[in-house]
T-cell receptor, first 115, second 117 residues
Framework: AQSVTQLDSHVSVSEGTPVLLRCNYSSSYSPSLFWYVQHPNKGLQLLLKYTSAATLVKGINGFEAEFKKSETSFHLTKPSAHMSDAAEYFCVVSDPTGTASKLTFGTGTRLQVTL | KAGVTQTPRYLIKTRGQQVTLSCSPISGHRSVSWYQQTPGQGLQFLFEYFSETQRNKGNFPGRFSGRQFSNSRSEMNVSTLELGDSALYLC????????????????FGPGTRLTVL
C-alpha cells in the first residue's frame, strides 16, 4: 500500500524568501508523485508531476520538486514566495496497479506568506 | 477546453435524506474519480469509474454509490445522510485508466460543498 507523509502541517514564510514543503512517500511500486495546491473555496490544481523521468521536476508558478529515491522524499520548493502562494498544498502518490488508479493524499501543508 | 464541472456547488440537506451530485469531465476524458474532503479525515478516495464501470472503490459504506453514463458524465449518490457526511466532494477526470501502469494526471473540479443539518 502507498502512503505520503507531509512533515509540516503549517509553514509560514516572508514574501520573497524561499519555500520548502516537505513530503515523504511509501510505495510498494515505482510511484507517480504529484503536488496539488488548493486555494480557499477552490478545487485542486496540479502544480507538478513526477513519473520516473527526470528527478527534478519543474511545475507552474516557479515551483519545483526533487524526487530522491534513497530518502523516499519529494519536497516542494520555490526560490521566492509571493503573497498569491498562500494556500494548502497536498503531496499525492498514485499507485497505478492493475487497470485502475487512485490517489492517496497527504494531510496537507498550509502555507502562509507574510509581508 | 472546458474544465471539470460539478453541480450543484453548494447543497444543504437534513439527516436521513439522500443526495445526488453530478460531475462532467473534461471532453475526451473517460475516467472519473470521486473524493471526499473533510477537516478531520482530509482527502479520501471514494470510487473511480471508467467506461461506465466502477474500477476501484475506497473504504466507504454502501450508502455511497455512483454511476457513469455513456458520455462519461458521472453522478454520486449518498443515501440516508448523516451529519458526518458534511464535506467537500471533489470529482476528478483523467484521459484513461484502462491499462496497467497508468500515470495519467487527474484534473479536479471545484467541488460540491454538502452540509447536512
Amino acid at each position: 500500500a502507498q502512503s505520503v507523509t507531509q512533515l509540516d502541517s503549517h509553514v509560514s514564510v516572508s514574501e520573497g524568501t524561499p519555500v520548502l514543503l516537505r513530503c515523504n512517500y511509501s510505495s510498494s511500486y515505482s510511484p507517480s508523485l504529484f503536488w496539488y495546491v488548493q486555494h480557499p473555496n477552490k478545487g485542486l490544481q496540479l502544480l507538478l508531476k513526477y513519473t520516473s523521468a527526470a528527478t527534478l521536476v519543474k511545475g507552474i508558478n516557479g515551483f519545483e520538486a526533487e524526487f530522491k529515491k534513497s530518502e523516499t522524499s519529494f519536497h516542494l520548493t520555490k526560490p521566492s514566495a509571493h503573497m498569491s502562494d498562500a494556500a494548502e498544498y497536498f503531496c499525492v502518490v498514485s499507485d497505478p496497479t492493475g487497470t485502475a488508479s487512485k490517489l492517496t493524499f497527504g494531510t496537507g501543508t498550509r502555507l502562509q506568506v507574510t509581508l | 477546453k472546458a474544465g471539470v464541472t460539478q453541480t450543484p456547488r453548494y447543497l444543504i440537506k437534513t439527516r436521513g435524506q439522500q443526495v445526488t451530485l453530478s460531475c462532467s469531465p473534461i471532453s475526451g476524458h473517460r475516467s472519473v474519480s470521486w473524493y471526499q474532503q473533510t477537516p478531520g479525515q482530509g482527502l479520501q478516495f471514494l470510487f473511480e469509474y471508467f467506461s461506465e464501470t466502477q474500477r476501484n472503490k475506497g473504504n466507504f459504506p454502501g450508502r455511497f454509490s455512483g454511476r457513469q453514463f455513456s458520455n462519461s458524465r458521472s453522478e454520486m449518490n449518498v443515501s440516508t445522510l448523516e451529519l458526518g457526511d458534511s464535506a467537500l466532494y471533489l470529482c476528478a477526470s483523467s484521459l484513461t485508466s484502462g491499462r496497467a501502469g497508468n500515470t495519467d494526471t487527474q484534473y479536479f473540479g471545484p467541488g460540491t460543498r454538502l452540509t447536512v443539518l
